[in-house]
């Protein structure tokens, strides 16, 4: 039997810049988690002609959907920290007690969207700006 975690198990959680983050964000959809690292060339003579590359510094991006709710808790502190240039705590899980990054991000995109027959939503794209750790999954 395959395993696998639907999207819909999968959790982010807000708070206050410089906390571990414990509310959850319900008001989320269609989440992209990039984690990525720049690349150093450490090509010598010696490997044979071939180019020889190292990772360096990491980056990660979440990026979301969310219905515009002005209302809702975590619809508002993404918008403040938006307009505010602040910085908003996100933990990022696969899962409840999953896995995944918990650090201070930016929020450097907030587009909203109004289509004629949907609710309007907003496009968020949360940079990672202080990384507090990778939480690994409980027993």
């Known amino acids: 039997m395959a395993s696998f975690i639907l999207g819909m198990a999968a959790k982010i959680y807000f708070g206050e810049a410089g906390t571990t983050p414990t509310t959850e964000m319900g008001n989320v959809r269609d989440v992209t988690l990039t984690l990525e ?22 980056e990660c991006t979440c ?9 809702d808790a975590g619809f508002a502190a993404i918008k403040t920290a938006f307009l505010s240039a602040g910085l908003i705590a996100l933990k990022i ?14 929020i450097t995109s907030f587009s909203r969207k109004e289509a004629l027959e949907e609710a309007i939503t907003v496009s968020v794209t949360a940079k990672l700006s202080v990384f507090r750790s990778w939480i690994e999954p409980s027993p």
């Open 37 to 58: 690292a720049g690349e150093a060339d450490v090509t010598t003579r010696a490997n044979q002609g071939w180019r020889a590359t190292a990772p360096t510094l990491r």
């Open 63 to 71: 990026e979301f959907e969310m219905v515009w709710d002005p209302d």
């Open 93 to 106: 899980l696969d899962k409840a007690s999953g896995q995944g990054p918990d650090g201070d991000f930016a």
